[in-house]
């Protein structure tokens, strides 16, 4: 699903940049550019990360 539509990020993209080492909200954001426009999708994004970290 998308996590945010104004830069096309996926959770799966999320998930991806936590495997690849992104460790921080900011490294995720880097990486996948979820975020970087309206900024609504941050919570969400956050949320995604912080399962793919748990995950690991
Ligand atoms: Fe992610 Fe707008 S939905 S920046």
Known sequence: MYVC???????????????????SWREVRERTECASQCG???CMGKTVMREAITEE
């Open 5 to 23: 539509l104004c830069k096309g990020v996926s959770d799966r993209m999320i998930r991806e940049a936590v495997s690849d080492g992104a460790r």
């Open 40 to 42: 609504k999708c941050a």
